[in-house]
Protein backbone atom coordinates (compact mmCIF):
# COMPACT_ATOMS: atom_id res chain seq x y z
CA UNK A 1 0.00 0.00 0.00
CA UNK A 2 1.52 3.48 -0.71
CA UNK A 3 2.59 5.75 1.62
CA UNK A 4 1.86 9.46 1.41
CA UNK A 5 2.93 12.45 3.48
CA UNK A 6 0.69 15.39 3.15
CA UNK A 7 2.60 19.03 4.57
CA UNK A 8 -0.05 21.22 4.91
CA UNK A 9 -0.90 23.62 7.73
CA UNK A 10 -4.54 23.89 7.02
CA UNK A 11 -5.30 20.97 9.71
CA UNK A 12 -9.06 20.45 8.29
CA UNK A 13 -7.64 19.45 5.01
CA UNK A 14 -6.00 16.01 6.30
CA UNK A 15 -8.51 13.90 7.90
CA UNK A 16 -11.35 13.67 4.59
CA UNK A 17 -8.12 13.43 2.26
CA UNK A 18 -6.70 10.23 4.51
CA UNK A 19 -10.17 8.77 4.32
CA UNK A 20 -10.65 9.43 0.39
CA UNK A 21 -6.67 8.37 0.00
CA UNK A 22 -7.69 4.88 1.95
CA UNK A 23 -10.70 4.82 -0.41
CA UNK A 24 -8.00 4.53 -3.63
CA UNK A 25 -5.52 2.04 -1.60
CA UNK A 26 -3.31 4.65 -0.09
CA UNK A 27 -2.17 5.68 3.35
CA UNK A 28 -2.02 9.36 3.60
CA UNK A 29 0.02 10.65 6.75
CA UNK A 30 0.22 14.73 7.63
CA UNK A 31 2.55 17.05 9.13
CA UNK A 32 1.30 20.60 9.66
CA UNK A 33 4.98 22.28 9.78
CA UNK A 34 7.34 21.72 7.61
CA UNK A 35 10.30 20.72 10.30
CA UNK A 36 7.81 18.40 11.29
CA UNK A 37 7.40 16.97 7.99
CA UNK A 38 11.07 16.83 7.24
CA UNK A 39 11.67 14.62 10.47
CA UNK A 40 8.80 12.05 9.12
CA UNK A 41 10.27 12.15 5.69
CA UNK A 42 13.79 11.31 7.37
CA UNK A 43 12.07 8.64 9.73
CA UNK A 44 9.96 7.23 7.66
CA UNK A 45 9.89 5.49 4.00
CA UNK A 46 7.40 7.21 2.18
CA UNK A 47 6.62 6.60 -1.76
CA UNK A 48 5.47 10.46 -2.66
CA UNK A 49 4.99 13.78 -0.94
CA UNK A 50 2.78 16.30 -1.28
CA UNK A 51 3.18 19.79 -0.24
CA UNK A 52 1.65 23.34 0.29
CA UNK A 53 2.78 26.45 -1.16
CA UNK A 54 2.10 28.46 1.70
CA UNK A 55 3.19 26.99 4.91
CA UNK A 56 4.57 28.35 8.16
CA UNK A 57 8.70 28.47 8.77
CA UNK A 58 9.42 27.88 5.86
CA UNK A 59 6.93 27.96 1.98
CA UNK A 60 6.66 25.07 0.27
CA UNK A 61 9.63 25.94 -2.27
CA UNK A 62 11.66 26.46 -0.10
CA UNK A 63 10.49 22.73 1.40
CA UNK A 64 11.08 21.57 -1.39
CA UNK A 65 14.50 22.56 -2.00
CA UNK A 66 15.15 21.01 1.58
CA UNK A 67 13.95 17.55 0.51
CA UNK A 68 15.88 17.83 -3.14
CA UNK A 69 18.97 18.16 -1.07
CA UNK A 70 18.10 14.31 0.65
CA UNK A 71 15.78 12.83 -1.60
CA UNK A 72 14.70 11.79 -5.09
CA UNK A 73 10.72 11.56 -3.90
CA UNK A 74 7.89 12.12 -6.01
CA UNK A 75 6.55 15.47 -4.68
CA UNK A 76 3.32 16.93 -5.94
CA UNK A 77 2.64 21.05 -5.23
CA UNK A 78 -0.29 22.53 -3.77
CA UNK A 79 -0.78 26.15 -4.33
CA UNK A 80 -3.76 28.38 -3.76
CA UNK A 81 -3.16 30.94 -6.13
CA UNK A 82 -3.21 28.71 -9.22
CA UNK A 83 -0.41 31.22 -11.22
CA UNK A 84 1.99 29.48 -13.73
CA UNK A 85 4.78 31.29 -11.94
CA UNK A 86 4.21 29.04 -8.67
CA UNK A 87 3.99 26.31 -10.98
CA UNK A 88 7.14 27.25 -12.89
CA UNK A 89 9.53 27.74 -9.64
CA UNK A 90 8.25 24.54 -8.32
CA UNK A 91 8.91 22.55 -11.61
CA UNK A 92 12.42 24.40 -11.34
CA UNK A 93 13.07 23.31 -7.76
CA UNK A 94 12.33 19.58 -8.76
CA UNK A 95 8.69 19.08 -8.18
CA UNK A 96 6.74 15.94 -10.50
CA UNK A 97 3.44 18.10 -10.05
CA UNK A 98 1.57 20.58 -9.22
CA UNK A 99 -2.52 20.70 -8.43
CA UNK A 100 -4.13 24.44 -7.98
CA UNK A 101 -6.64 24.83 -4.52
CA UNK A 102 -9.16 24.49 -4.57
CA UNK A 103 -8.95 20.76 -6.07
CA UNK A 104 -11.12 17.89 -6.36
CA UNK A 105 -9.72 15.17 -3.64
CA UNK A 106 -10.19 12.68 -6.38
CA UNK A 107 -7.50 14.44 -8.81
CA UNK A 108 -5.09 14.98 -6.28
CA UNK A 109 -5.57 10.71 -5.60
CA UNK A 110 -5.00 10.51 -9.65
CA UNK A 111 -2.12 13.09 -9.94
CA UNK A 112 -0.15 10.84 -7.13
CA UNK A 113 -1.06 7.74 -8.88
CA UNK A 114 -0.03 8.42 -12.08
CA UNK A 115 3.35 9.46 -10.54
CA UNK A 116 3.61 6.04 -8.64
CA UNK A 117 2.92 4.25 -11.77
CA UNK A 118 5.11 6.06 -13.97
CA UNK A 119 8.07 5.31 -11.86
CA UNK A 120 6.86 1.00 -11.64
CA UNK A 121 6.73 1.41 -15.50
CA UNK A 122 9.12 3.21 -16.46
CA UNK A 123 12.25 1.02 -16.50
CA UNK A 124 9.94 -1.71 -18.61
CA UNK A 125 9.00 1.33 -20.86
CA UNK A 126 12.17 2.74 -21.31
CA UNK A 127 13.95 -0.34 -22.53
CA UNK A 128 10.80 -1.03 -25.15
CA UNK A 129 11.19 -4.63 -24.98
CA UNK A 130 14.73 -5.05 -24.53
CA UNK A 131 15.41 -7.31 -21.52
CA UNK A 132 18.87 -5.30 -21.28
CA UNK A 133 17.81 -3.36 -18.00
CA UNK A 134 21.63 -1.86 -17.54
CA UNK A 135 23.14 0.96 -20.44
CA UNK A 136 26.66 2.23 -20.16
CA UNK A 137 27.76 5.17 -22.70
CA UNK A 138 31.28 6.97 -22.52
CA UNK A 139 30.94 8.54 -18.46
CA UNK A 140 27.65 7.49 -18.51
CA UNK A 141 26.26 4.26 -17.13
CA UNK A 142 22.25 3.73 -16.44
CA UNK A 143 20.76 1.09 -14.34
CA UNK A 144 16.93 0.57 -14.95
CA UNK A 145 16.47 -1.82 -12.60
CA UNK A 146 17.72 -0.28 -9.69
CA UNK A 147 16.65 3.08 -11.19
CA UNK A 148 20.68 4.40 -10.55
CA UNK A 149 22.49 6.70 -12.95
CA UNK A 150 26.40 6.85 -12.31
CA UNK A 151 28.46 10.06 -14.24
CA UNK A 152 32.48 8.87 -14.58
CA UNK A 153 31.32 5.99 -11.62
CA UNK A 154 29.54 8.91 -9.35
CA UNK A 155 26.39 8.82 -8.52
CA UNK A 156 23.62 10.90 -9.60
CA UNK A 157 20.91 11.44 -7.53
CA UNK A 158 17.62 12.42 -10.11
CA UNK A 159 14.13 12.29 -9.18
CA UNK A 160 11.13 10.42 -10.54
CA UNK A 161 10.50 12.67 -13.49
CA UNK A 162 14.47 13.00 -14.68
CA UNK A 163 15.06 9.58 -14.36
CA UNK A 164 12.49 8.73 -16.89
CA UNK A 165 13.38 11.43 -19.00
CA UNK A 166 16.81 9.47 -19.44
CA UNK A 167 15.61 6.44 -19.43
CA UNK A 168 13.11 7.40 -22.09
CA UNK A 169 16.17 9.40 -24.37
CA UNK A 170 18.70 6.37 -23.49
CA UNK A 171 16.20 3.89 -25.28
CA UNK A 172 17.18 5.22 -28.59
CA UNK A 173 20.78 6.70 -28.36
CA UNK A 174 20.39 9.53 -31.38
CA UNK A 175 17.04 9.51 -31.73
CA UNK A 176 15.38 13.03 -31.55
CA UNK A 177 12.29 12.97 -29.08
CA UNK A 178 10.07 15.93 -29.58
CA UNK A 179 8.02 17.25 -26.40
CA UNK A 180 5.10 15.59 -27.36
CA UNK A 181 6.70 12.17 -27.35
CA UNK A 182 8.49 13.56 -24.36
CA UNK A 183 5.15 14.69 -22.43
CA UNK A 184 3.14 11.23 -23.34
CA UNK A 185 5.96 10.23 -20.50
CA UNK A 186 5.98 12.74 -18.53
CA UNK A 187 1.73 13.67 -18.48
CA UNK A 188 0.10 15.26 -15.55
CA UNK A 189 0.84 18.86 -16.13
CA UNK A 190 -1.96 21.15 -16.85
CA UNK A 191 -1.79 21.89 -20.82
CA UNK A 192 -0.71 25.85 -20.25
CA UNK A 193 2.78 24.31 -18.64
CA UNK A 194 3.60 21.43 -21.20
CA UNK A 195 6.27 22.68 -22.96
CA UNK A 196 7.57 24.59 -20.51
CA UNK A 197 7.77 21.94 -18.08
CA UNK A 198 9.82 19.38 -21.02
CA UNK A 199 11.99 22.76 -20.86
CA UNK A 200 12.47 22.69 -17.28
CA UNK A 201 12.96 19.05 -16.72
CA UNK A 202 15.76 19.33 -19.65
CA UNK A 203 17.32 21.82 -17.95
CA UNK A 204 17.18 20.29 -14.39
CA UNK A 205 18.78 16.80 -16.03
CA UNK A 206 21.61 18.69 -17.81
CA UNK A 207 23.15 20.53 -14.61
CA UNK A 208 22.81 17.13 -12.67
CA UNK A 209 24.92 15.30 -15.51
CA UNK A 210 27.53 17.87 -15.87
CA UNK A 211 30.38 18.03 -17.39
CA UNK A 212 28.79 15.67 -19.47
CA UNK A 213 27.04 17.37 -22.49
CA UNK A 214 25.34 14.65 -23.43
CA UNK A 215 21.99 15.95 -24.23
CA UNK A 216 21.22 17.75 -27.09
CA UNK A 217 18.94 20.54 -28.24
CA UNK A 218 17.38 20.18 -32.27
CA UNK A 219 15.73 23.58 -32.76
CA UNK A 220 12.27 23.01 -33.93
CA UNK A 221 12.24 19.51 -33.38
CA UNK A 222 12.92 17.99 -29.83
CA UNK A 223 16.09 16.25 -27.59
CA UNK A 224 18.50 13.30 -28.35
CA UNK A 225 20.93 11.98 -26.20
CA UNK A 226 23.90 12.19 -28.34
CA UNK A 227 26.57 10.06 -26.16
CA UNK A 228 28.57 7.16 -27.64
CA UNK A 229 27.35 3.92 -26.54
CA UNK A 230 30.04 1.68 -24.42
CA UNK A 231 29.66 -2.05 -23.22
CA UNK A 232 29.48 -2.62 -19.50
CA UNK A 233 32.70 -3.55 -17.74
Known amino acids: MPRILLIDDDEHLAAPLTTYFARFGCTLESAVRPSEGLAKL ?3 QYDAAILDVMLPEMDGFALCREIRKESDIPIVML ?20 VPKPFEPRELVARVQTILRRQRSAPAAAT ?18 RRQVLRHGERVELTGTEFELLALLAAEPGKVFSRDDILNRLRGHEAELYTRAVDIVVSRLRKKLEPLDCIKTLRNAGYALAVARSEPA
Open 42 to 44: RAG
Open 79 to 98: TARGEVMDRVVGLELGADDY
Open 128 to 145: NGNSAQHRVFDGLSIDLD
